[in-house]
């Protein structure tokens, strides 16, 4: 069985998180409290305030996630055997001791890295910002950290900060750049937090007495140091930080004082996961595409290509870019953002499969991103699918069946009908339009030859050519005035 962050978390939220807090679990958003210690940001801001903080965010609404760590060395097989799960949580799911998972840095010298062709890729795919994990649950620093020296300057033979060399990278190519912390769990720190898994027992779910500690002395001694560090030490960056699996011990209280860091940094964007009853700026819907999104509402479907975040050798499902793109004009078409992730091996080098789909995406979005970026939800939303009368989802709600014809996107002046299924008669139909159509054309017509229309009351058909532009999207555009 194949695990990700919603199924460790799934029906542990009453065990492991305050009710104030919960853990996100099968999609569902982590419950908040406006009562807080410490008022963040969006607390205070006026609504133009926030629309201004989050422009460039909503705009961009395609992103690369990295998962890369220490995990890639044994990527997915200890002790001989292939282990169940996602790459990154190889600690945990094996029950691996402390000391024998921080003796695996000195075995860790990435050469292959590059930041520049890291960089090169994602603005090939068309992702606007990268967030790489700066530190994941098994608490090695992928940065230059003074703070503790599991880290990969000075524990491991590379000796280098990768992530400076991406925040100069992205300068230089014009990528925005964000940073996962797990602020809760830390397997490798004493009174680092962990989630249940196998066998492990509470209240802490430690499986080595070299995890056992105090949680809070744990955040001040190492997490909110790092943080610090992540915050100030490279230049313009991050312009997102990235927390994960929020546990009961983040206390409201403990939550305030990251909290009062991050108010430092007033253009930050910070997610739901902090934990503390802190709502953040986005929610984070994992691995999956919420049926009608979270209309009025900043959010990221964040995605693998296979079945794992970080490296696994013996994870070859990867998703076809067909899929990879109807995710992505699927998500914009509801306002949110596709957060898609890579996994780079132990020699810094991303799976060949990765890079070939993520060129191919880049090629379609060459021709049709302006039906991506800045764009704003479709005007219709039936086109998406709808609910069934009679069956039921895992928790025993209507399943929502979709529908893969077509799907839309709107700015103030265009409509963008990106069509999944060419019409058999080549005429494309809307029922109704609530605004009135001047022309149309294909946006992948370099010469953007205007397209027979036939308006009837509310209703419109396009005459579109025989055969498809483009065999997995084509977009067509109408123009529009109010």
Same mark, same amino acid.
């Given at each position: 069985?194949?695990?990700?962050?919603?199924?460790?978390?799934?029906?542990?939220?009453?065990?492991?998180?305050?009710?104030?807090?919960?853990?996100?679990?099968?999609?569902?958003?982590?419950?908040?409290?406006?009562?807080?210690?410490?008022?963040?940001?969006?607390?205070?801001?006026?609504?133009?305030?926030?629309?201004?903080?989050?422009?460039?965010?909503?705009?961009?609404?395609?992103?690369?996630?990295?998962?890369?760590?220490?995990?890639?060395?044994?990527?997915?097989?200890?002790?001989?055997?292939?282990?169940?799960?996602?790459?990154?949580?190889?600690?945990?799911?094996?029950?691996?001791?402390?000391?024998?998972?921080?003796?695996?840095?000195?075995?860790?010298?990435?050469?292959?890295?590059?930041?520049?062709?890291?960089?090169?890729?994602?603005?090939?795919?068309?992702?606007?910002?990268?967030?790489?994990?700066?530190?994941?649950?098994?608490?090695?620093?992928?940065?230059?950290?003074?703070?503790?020296?599991?880290?990969?300057?000075?524990?491991?033979?590379?000796?280098?900060?990768?992530?400076?060399?991406?925040?100069?990278?992205?300068?230089?190519?014009?990528?925005?750049?964000?940073?996962?912390?797990?602020?809760?769990?830390?397997?490798?720190?004493?009174?680092?937090?962990?989630?249940?898994?196998?066998?492990?027992?509470?209240?802490?779910?430690?499986?080595?007495?070299?995890?056992?500690?105090?949680?809070?002395?744990?955040?001040?001694?190492?997490?909110?140091?790092?943080?610090?560090?992540?915050?100030?030490?490279?230049?313009?960056?991050?312009?997102?930080?990235?927390?994960?699996?929020?546990?009961?011990?983040?206390?409201?209280?403990?939550?305030?004082?990251?909290?009062?860091?991050?108010?430092?940094?007033?253009?930050?964007?910070?997610?739901?996961?902090?934990?503390?009853?802190?709502?953040?700026?986005?929610?984070?819907?994992?691995?999956?595409?919420?049926?009608?999104?979270?209309?009025?509402?900043?959010?990221?479907?964040?995605?693998?290509?296979?079945?794992?975040?970080?490296?696994?050798?013996?994870?070859?499902?990867?998703?076809?870019?067909?899929?990879?793109?109807?995710? +992505? #004009?699927?998500?914009?078409?509801?306002?949110?953002?596709? =957060?898609?992730?890579?996994?780079? !091996? %132990?020699?810094?080098? /991303?799976?060949?499969?990765?890079?070939?789909?993520?060129?191919?995406?880049?090629?379609?979005?060459?021709?049709?991103?302006?039906?991506?970026?800045?764009?704003?939800?479709?005007?219709?939303?039936?086109?998406?699918?709808?609910?069934?009368?009679?069956?039921?989802?895992?928790?025993?709600?209507?399943?929502?069946?979709?529908?893969?014809?077509?799907?839309?996107?709107?700015?103030?002046?265009?409509?963008?009908?990106?069509?999944?299924?060419?019409?058999?008669?080549?005429?494309?139909?809307?029922?109704?339009?609530?605004?009135?159509?001047?022309?149309?054309?294909?946006?992948?017509?370099?010469?953007?030859?205007?397209?027979? +229309? #036939?308006?009837?009351?509310?209703?419109?058909?396009?005459? =579109?050519?025989?055969?498809?532009? !483009? %065999?997995?999207?084509? /977009?067509?555009?109408?123009?529009?005035?109010?």
């Amino acid at each position: 069985m194949n695990l990700n962050r919603r199924t460790f978390t799934a029906g542990l939220s009453t065990l492991l998180v305050a009710p104030s807090a919960l853990a996100q679990i099968e999609g569902e958003r982590i419950a908040t409290s406006p009562a807080h210690p410490v008022k963040a940001i969006q607390d205070t801001e006026t609504r133009a305030q926030r629309n201004a903080r989050m422009a460039w965010w909503r705009a961009a609404r395609f992103g690369m996630f990295i998962h890369w760590g220490l995990y890639s060395i044994p990527a997915g097989v200890w002790d001989g055997k292939e282990i169940p799960g996602i790459g990154e949580w190889i600690m945990n799911r094996a029950s691996i001791p402390v000391a024998d998972y921080k003796a695996l840095a000195p075995k860790f010298n990435p050469t292959g890295f590059n930041a520049h062709d890291i960089v090169a890729l994602a603005k090939a795919a068309g992702q606007k910002y990268i967030v790489i994990t700066a530190k994941h649950h098994d608490g090695f620093a992928m940065f230059d950290s003074k703070v503790n020296n599991f880290n990969i300057v000075a524990a491991t033979p590379f000796k280098r900060d990768p992530l400076r060399e991406l925040a100069e990278e992205c300068k230089k190519q014009g990528v925005k750049l964000g940073f996962y912390y797990s602020q809760d769990q830390d397997w490798t720190a004493p009174g680092g937090a962990a989630l249940k898994t196998g066998d492990h027992q509470p209240p802490t779910f430690h499986w080595d007495p070299a995890q056992n500690g105090d949680f809070a002395t744990y955040l001040h001694t190492k997490a909110i140091p790092q943080m610090k560090e992540l915050l100030t030490n490279y230049g313009d960056f991050p312009v997102v930080i990235w927390f994960d699996t929020p546990t009961k011990d983040m206390t409201p209280a403990l939550a305030g004082e990251i909290v009062e860091l991050l108010n430092q940094h007033p253009n930050l964007i910070w997610n739901n996961r902090l934990g503390g009853g802190y709502k953040g700026d986005t929610e984070t819907p994992e691995q999956y595409i919420p049926a009608t999104g979270y209309p009025g509402e900043d959010w990221e479907s964040c995605m693998t290509m296979n079945d794992t975040w970080g490296y696994k050798s013996h994870d070859t499902n990867f998703k076809s870019t067909e899929t990879l793109l109807r995710n +992505l #004009i699927d998500i914009a078409s509801k306002g949110g953002n596709y =957060l898609l992730n890579i996994g780079p !091996d %132990s020699h810094g080098v /991303v799976p060949a499969p990765e890079v070939e789909r993520l060129h191919e995406v880049g090629k379609w979005i060459a021709v049709n991103g302006d039906a991506i970026y800045g764009t704003q939800p479709t005007l219709f939303g039936a086109e998406a699918g709808s609910f069934s009368p009679t069956e039921k989802d895992e928790d025993g709600k209507p399943k929502f069946i979709p529908a893969w014809d077509w799907r839309s996107t709107t700015t103030p002046d265009k409509i963008y009908i990106s069509i999944f299924n060419w019409p058999a008669n080549s005429t494309f139909h809307l029922e109704k339009l609530p605004r009135k159509v001047t022309s149309a054309y294909l946006l992948a017509d370099k010469a953007r030859k205007h397209l027979k +229309l #036939i308006q009837s009351g509310d209703s419109l058909d396009v005459h =579109l050519p025989a055969t498809a532009l !483009d %065999s997995i999207a084509t /977009v067509l555009v109408l123009n529009t005035s109010k």
